[in-house]
């Protein structure tokens, strides 16, 4: 119930291309849904985010698209670039504001 | 805004010793400050919660006794690894949430390496 699930574990994408991740989730109460990059031997920043009362949300090249009625949601990344190789979290909380943690995907673009 | 700083950003320790790691909410005020620890290659792992002002709210499994975590002010919290020994090697991240805002959102600080000889 508190769990959520991430796929790929791992992701090769050409430069330019469009890299996408997703996530499931089976705890309806969830109600905020963060992902996060992390850069090896940094914390984890903070990308994007949505509420499922949305189905999409953009910013820059980073989209995220929400499937309530399924649970799940995806990270998709447009016109991926080297410096954006780094390992994706998905994460999803509700009223505690404890982060439920997808298991990560690592992301290397090709030059 | 929201930055979060952590300090040291690497700590070489011998068996035995007290490690202390702070957390600092540099922009905002943080009622809520959360202490991960995260091994190689895999996800972040909450240990605990912890509010201003009041005891920290331990995950299972997490022995409190050993990592002490104190969260005095808005804009500190500090976890103590007590007696480190070899497997409490990891990577530890600390994150904020603004207390002056309804937002979810976390802000994490860099993170605290640390190596057990």
């Known amino acids: 119930q508190q769990q959520v699930k991430q796929s790929p574990q791992s992701l090769i994408v050409q430069k330019g291309g469009i890299s996408i991740i997703n996530c499931a989730y089976e705890?309806?109460?969830?109600?905020?849904f963060p992902w996060y990059q992390q850069f090896p031997g940094k914390g984890p920043a903070l990308l994007i985010a949505i509420r499922p009362d949305v189905s999409e949300k953009k910013e820059g090249r980073f989209t995220i698209s929400f499937n309530k009625s399924a649970k799940q949601f995806s990270l998709h990344i447009m016109d991926s670039q080297p410096g954006d190789s780094a390992t994706y979290f998905c994460?999803?909380?509700?009223?505690?504001?404890?982060?439920?943690w997808g298991a990560g995907t690592k992301l290397i673009i090709k030059p | 805004g929201a930055v979060v700083s952590q300090h040291p950003s690497w700590v070489i320790c011998k068996s035995g010793t007290s490690v202390k790691i702070e957390c600092r909410s540099l922009d905002f005020q943080a009622t809520t400050m959360f202490w991960y620890r995260q091994f190689p290659k895999q996800s972040l792992m909450l240990m605990a919660t912890s509010n201003e002002g009041s005891k920290a709210t331990y995950e299972q499994g997490v022995e409190k006794d050993k990592f002490l975590i104190n969260h005095a002010s808005l804009t500190l919290s500090t976890l103590t690894v007590t007696s480190a020994h070899p497997e409490d090697s990891s990577f530890y991240i600390c994150?904020?949430?603004?207390?002056?805002?309804?937002?979810?959102?976390?802000?994490f600080g860099p993170g605290t390496r640390l190596l057990v000889l």
């Open positions: 994150s904020a949430r603004d207390g002056a805002t309804p937002s979810e959102t976390q802000y």
């Open positions: 705890n309806t109460a969830f109600d905020y």
């Open positions: 994460a999803a909380t509700y009223s505690n504001y404890q982060l439920i």
